[in-house]
């Protein structure tokens, strides 16, 4: 009995040496390969020379890997931290969309409904507008006078002086015949959302995203708001390196605005990708490529960018100012996703841009992902 005892004994001590060696083996494979991110993007900030930045891998949702590297404010050498806020800009749009999608559903609302049909008392909507479906909107193939075209920038006084401003102006294209980035088109979804809600926008998202998932920190405002532990942002005008003014005010919420730092903007990614906020199957439908007049898809989905990359695999997500994305990654016919957050403060030169270097860093967990050509 005592020898059948002895060789028990060693077997399970075998047993736990042999797991043990596994998972030290597993544990160094992964530190090779968060090292080699950590190198890739130490090479990409010193080629493009940017600032500062937080980057962040989640894998199948579940977060891998962390950095800050730079600096938040480089006129007084402040070094970049995780916690500090960013503003980043049109990835506000992802909160706002699939905010609007919870509402749609609670409201037994569908995208296929017109701008007239969701805002029945505005009169002061052009019929050319009116007719355009939510959908339209969301994937920004509406065609509508797009302020930006007409200096109309993120921080207009009030919708009033958008809409008194473009009311008369001529479409860029038949509604949807072509994919063209529209900032109107999200004002109007502003507008949509306050309707649904029946409440402000800021208020709204304050109490159903912000408090619901503790992102004690997050909020919205352009540069001119003092907020506490936010990055400074900058950008190249000509030769010199300046502030880059990334400047919101409420009517433009829904289009851009958001200040939050890498932490809170994994919580509410996660609870994207968990269902919280919608289920996964409307989240399947929101990623879809939408169908243009020609029968070809377009570049967004229901909100979010979306498109397919080579070998199988898709892409979803936003960038912001052109100097950060998130993007989600997924193959067909497989349950492994990987999930890039890549927040910056602005660099010299952005000759690869944020999605490039978005995608270079996913490439590491879901090869394939840039073209080895």
């Known amino acids: 009995m005592n020898k059948y005892i002895t060789q028990l004994i060693i077997l399970i001590i075998l047993c736990c040496f042999i797991s043990s060696c596994e998972q030290q083996s597993k544990t160094n494979k992964e530190g090779t390969i968060y090292e080699k991110t950590d190198d890739y993007v130490k090479t990409m900030m010193d080629s493009l020379d940017i600032i500062g930045l937080n980057y962040c891998v989640l894998l199948d949702g579940k977060v891998m890997h962390k950095k800050a590297m730079g600096f938040a404010n480089l006129e007084h050498k402040v070094s970049m931290t995780q916690d500090k806020l960013f503003a ?3 990835i506000s749009k992802l909160f706002s969309s699939t905010a609007l999608h919870r509402l749609l559903k609670d409201n037994n609302r569908s995208v296929n409904e017109t701008v007239g049909e969701f805002l029945p008392i ?12 939510l959908e339209n909107l969301l994937s920004h193939n509406s065609g509508i006078p797009d302020q930006i075209d007409y200096e109309i920038y993120l921080a207009p006084e009030s919708e009033k002086v958008v809409i008194e401003a473009l009311k008369d102006k001529p479409f860029t294209s038949a509604p949807g015949e072509s994919t063209k980035y529209n900032a109107t088109g999200f004002m109007l979804v502003r507008m949509i959302i306050e309707e649904l809600a029946r409440q402000d926008f800021e208020t709204y998202m ?49 289009a851009a605005g958001l200040n939050i730092n890498m932490d809170e903007l994994i919580v509410w990614t996660q609870a994207v990708l968990d269902g ?28 979010w960018e979306t498109y397919e990359l080579e070998n199988g695999i898709w892409m979803t ?21 990987v999930t890039i957050i890549l927040l910056t403060n602005g660099a010299r030169n952005w000759v690869n841009s944020p999605d490039d270097v978005n995608m270079g860093i996913a490439n590491y967990f879901m090869p394939g992902i840039v073209d080895s050509k």
Request: aromatic share 14%.
């Open 206 to 254: 304050q109490k159903e995203y912000f408090e619901q998932f503790d992102l004690a920190k997050a909020n919205y405002g352009g540069f001119k708001k003092n907020v506490p532990d936010r990055v400074k942002s900058y950008r190249m005008v000509g030769e010199d390196l300046e502030m880059f003014p990334l400047n919101y005010t409420p009517p433009m919420y829904a």
């Open 88 to 90: 980043v800009a049109s």
């Open 122 to 133: 505005r009169k002061d909507l052009p019929e050319t507008w009116r007719i355009l479906t």
């Open 317 to 337: 997500g936003h960038g912001g100012a052109g100097i950060s994305a998130i993007r989600h990654y997924w193959k067909e016919k497989s349950q492994e996703t």
């Open 276 to 303: 919280k906020i919608v289920s996964k199957e409307s989240l399947s439908n929101i990623w879809n490529p939408v169908i243009l007049n020609n029968g070809k898809p377009g570049f967004f989905g229901l909100g």
